[in-house]
């Protein structure tokens, strides 16, 4: 906030992030510093955009995403990924939200096949959205296959700060390193105001994309606005001190869960996600009280999400409330 | 062949299908007696078309279609629902290519949250893509789910022949006595040269579709050469002694099949698809003499299709192929 | 900015603008008091958005959008009402930027002819890309006239409140009294961060938008910050001292250019814009001290724009540069 | 009619025109004869087919057409193009539907602006919509400037064989001598019952085709049935004889027209158009007696088209016809 009031609207700089706004060219410096020289960056509105233009922009419309089934993309876009680009979901079934090699395999039969859309983007979640997390030799398995077989690897990375502090990795070793074709980087999720980042690792994947952005409607008339926000979040590992905290409020939640016999955790927590199973009758009570999500209304497991701006007194709040009406049944 | 050298290409009837062109007249009018007077009728080019177009009209692009993961829609179109739509395909996974009211139920829970494609349109194949069939008890009851949930249900009849000579039962009987609200009627794979017909069985969600049509590159000028194919499909019940045919060779197949123990059917022959299990060293020297698709490569599942032209030799050539091959293992 | 402050991003208030944020609440009900109670508002992030996603909604991909041939839908968006809604823009040549019933009527004749687009929502600019405005009578005429027609009529707001200084008159003279379906309602060229307004005055013509602006990869998480600017924005008459000032300065500059011979005004000046012909030499070292854009190339007339920052200093300063630069020649 | 009857229906022919379908090879080859050998050939259903599919696949929808306002694409497909590309059309007023490279350069200025479409794809009609013919001087002329501007250059050759019999040059003059891209081949309009093929005259340009055609519903599954009547137009000069009866019908049409005082040719007549305007009392009771349109309601300027079943009886019924309304005037 304090960044924004410096950045602010007031002087007369150059609109679209175009010539030589220098917040904008402060920022996409910093990401190049981080990821390497040959990055391109490209500020767009939110974690939608970043990952469906990300994607789209190598595709054509015959050609296929592959996901995990829960991926973000597949599941709670409402579409976006189809319209804008006109190409098909591919999906795997997974038990934590990761996908491997093998996995894809069986879709490399459709290549060449004009009855099939052909397999072109493998997108992958880091944080996935179970709350688990790809090692970087997972990745780098992933984009070899990818390679190999005339595809890129698309990671969303709008839990990116939690899955590095999580591996206790730079940005750099994660992504550029293992071959990541283009990054979704998400903020929001992480404390930013509004804007996500289309970041290509590859200068040549991103030829054109300007256009892509801006008939997406993703162009920012004020660009400085989301630039400055970054600025500040990639300084000072501030990044880094926001995700620490939520993923520490994770661990302590999970731990206070474990004591607790009638709930069951259903995934190992790496960072700030917490997938729990909880009688049926205090979900609704709870959620009138705290604001979470049913993850599987069969089983009745539930996601718990800490963020960077949650306390231990939050997290203790939720285990009280959890007890009391656990007491009550 | 004969009907369209008498539909021949001479006379100035007027283009489009338009006005008074008596060919084009005719056929509409064969298909309201045969489906009633409420029907409305637009001739394609192909079951791709009739199925994309029939079920696009009646959504938007948030909304979604329901299929069986299985559905020619999903697995055998190269995106085209994607990207002519721009909808989200919901697939559900069976074991024999047809759903039910319980199996849609769980999408349910996405109407009204802004982040999930919104279920709208029921698809269902007539004969389904594994060869089995629904009664009109089982479509009665899809429509009265999808009517009660503010849906449509859709029937792609790419076989609607083979499935009404299998039910015994009238095309009325099956698709607008059930409740039916949009049909792709298919002719290609019973014989005709080229052309398939989205049927609206109320004539209110035909409206516009002639602009979906032309917009959808799906517009035949001299559209009297498809209404022909038509009127004489469904003359004489030629229709149903092509579909009888298949169907008759499909279960002469079938029985042959059973006498051979080291092949096991994996469905119920209803109509003109056999699905068998074959050994694996088998499967391409027989492919190289007949004509047929792997369906599963895992389990050495393979598709045997029965057509209107297949004749008893065809079929007792096919199986003394078989176990020649047999022999050789 | 202060509101922003206030608005902070340490609450743990809904995401999404959903359930009960009162931040998003309240700017909502002001909206529905300008405007009227019949009012349906949606935020989204920027102009292009707010035009294509609101005249999208209203219409299918068959179905034309007709503007004026300078609309900014037309010709600065990069084909995003294309490509994001499927349909043709039908476009009409001005000399002032403003359209007619009578230029619309030309295009009535391809409704019910299947090989044309069918023109289905009208679209106009207030203020418009001339610099002109419409009158409260002649948007009244352009809504009878589409409504008439069985089509809606689109309002780009951009520089709405330029048009409402102008005109001395209310938003709900100018667009509610008078009949309009769907405004854009702008507010980043008038000192907003980020941030522009779906507003539908029907409300039934706003059905299920939420998909819509989801899907489109609009929908803020934290919707707050953008509703809390227009909060701030309709308060105290925030919106009308910006737009004064920068209709004040385009009066002033106006009134300093008419005293110059060599320079040749091309449009009455109603609001913020000031189109002018420059002799071509000057134009080039002018752009390289003040930022414009140059409107027509081969009649050297440029589009200088005035904004709620404009200061009389910065007017004065470019007449003299100007005068400067003539000097040379 | 006779050669369909030769590739009947009856045959086990591979669908799809896949592996080795003999009357698919065949027409094929034809084309590769005519064209040369590094040609591409894929058949498709319609005109409007083989004209938004051939300059789709050579674009992204952030890329523009650039084609003369009464092309065929721009205004009879109803919105074809900007549905199934996405991408907006520059068009071009003419005088005689004909574009040159000096209409095209004002676009160019958009190169590498974000806010504007990319032109990417010239298109031209040959004969043009006005029946008119371009020289292939004219056509090289274009191509020239568009591979200098990184453009292309796409032919609708719905009526080209009426171009080639007007200019008495082979299609190889026409099209690959002069650097044409891509071209649209009709055969519908001059004697054809269904089937129109795009024609990549660079290999490179087509790769991946047969996806983009599966995806936008335009795979013929009995393919021999299109190919075979392209065998056989291409056959022993029969397209040729089947334009220059129209061109001929056409040439006799307009010099009886020339003849009455009271109606006024409006175009040379190069193929087989005729403009013409008539007197506006005896247009509608023409078009009772023959089918044609009006070409400019302002004007009454109408157009005749001839074709390879015009014959002089019809054209001497017709200038009867005429000259007994003119009477009645």
Chains 1, 2, 3, 4 share one sequence.
Not at 5 to 14: A, C, F, Q, S, V
Not at 39 to 48: P, S
Not at 151 to 176: P, Q, W
Request: with cysteine; proline share 3%.
């Amino acid at each position: 906030m304090e960044t924004l009031e410096k950045t602010n609207n007031l002087g007369h700089i150059p609109a679209y992030g175009e010539l030589d706004d220098p917040v904008t060219l402060s920022a996409e410096k910093k990401f190049r510093e981080i990821f390497g020289s040959n990055t391109k960056v490209f500020f767009v509105y939110n974690g939608t955009a970043a990952n469906v233009l990300g994607v789209q922009h190598l595709i054509r419309p015959y050609e296929a995403i592959v996901s995990a089934h829960t991926s973000h993309m597949n599941e709670d876009e409402c579409g976006a990924p189809e319209k804008i680009s006109g190409s098909k979901i591919l999906t795997i079934e997974t038990a934590d939200g990761k996908i491997t090699p093998n996995d894809i395999k069986p879709f490399l039969r459709s290549i060449g096949f004009q009855h099939h859309s052909q397999p072109k983007v493998i997108s992958v979640s880091q944080v996935t959205e179970m709350g688990t997390v790809y090692t970087p030799g997972e990745i780098a398995a992933l984009t070899t296959f990818a390679h190999k077989n005339n595809m890129y690897l698309h990671v969303d990375g709008a839990r990116i700060a939690n899955a590095a502090v999580a591996l206790d990795i730079s940005f750099k070793e994660m992504i550029t390193d293992t071959g990541v074709d283009v990054l979704s980087f998400g903020g929001t999720k992480n404390g930013l105001m509004f804007g996500e980042v289309v970041v290509f690792l590859k200068s040549g994947l991103a030829k054109d994309f300007e256009y892509s952005r801006k008939q997406s409607m993703q162009l920012h008339s004020k660009m400085r606005f989301i630039a400055a926000q970054f600025n500040r979040y990639l300084s000072d590992d501030l990044w880094k001190k926001n995700a620490t905290q939520a993923n520490n409020m994770a661990a302590l939640l999970a731990s206070e869960l474990k004591q607790i016999p009638q709930v069951k955790l259903t995934q190992k927590v790496f960072a700030n996600g917490v997938f729990v199973v909880l009688p049926q009758q205090i979900i609704q009570p709870l959620q009138q009280q705290y604001y979470f999500h049913v993850w599987n209304y069969t089983t009745n497991e539930v996601r718990l999400m800490c963020s960077w701006d949650t306390t231990e007194k939050d997290v203790n709040g939720f285990i009280d409330a959890l007890k009391k009406e656990l007491n009550k049944i």
